[in-house]
């Protein structure tokens, strides 16, 4: 599966964004999909994830502002982020794995990776 994440920008503190991820692919609906960020500087880390078949979720302490939603019929996932703050700035990846349940939050056992987005959030 070849992934395509979009959406990235320039946004004050406060503001909303939403990234896409769009997926090649006729089985994109049995991969689990995880959003990771990585900043100057620092590791890369796991924001949010959406599993293969129930939909289930998972976050990082973006919870309440960040919101991973899928839509399989588009080949897509999204990550709606309201209330972004300047700690939020950093590229955003996302990432799809053969799960059979749930989201992992290690980003070694992703093999498929999207080529990041640049979010910018401005104090």
């Known amino acids: 599966v070849q992934l395509q994440a979009t959406g990235g920008g320039l946004v004050q503190a406060g503001g909303s964004l939403r990234l896409s991820c769009a997926a090649s692919g006729r089985t994109f609906s049995s991969y689990a999909v995880a959003w990771f960020r990585q900043a100057p500087g620092k590791e890369r880390e796991f924001v949010a994830g959406?599993?293969?078949?129930?939909?289930?979720t998972s976050y990082a302490d973006v919870k309440g502002r960040f919101t991973v939603s899928r839509d399989n019929a588009k080949n897509t996932v999204y990550l709606q982020m309201n209330s972004l703050k300047p700690e939020d700035t950093a590229v955003y990846y996302c990432?799809?794995?053969?799960?059979?349940?749930?989201?992992?939050?290690?980003?070694?056992?992703?093999?498929?990776w999207g080529q990041g987005t640049l979010v910018t959030v401005s104090s």
């Open positions: 990432a799809a794995e053969r799960l059979q349940f749930g989201v992992h939050r290690i980003p070694g056992e992703y093999h498929y």
């Open positions: 959406i599993s293969r078949d129930d939909f289930s």
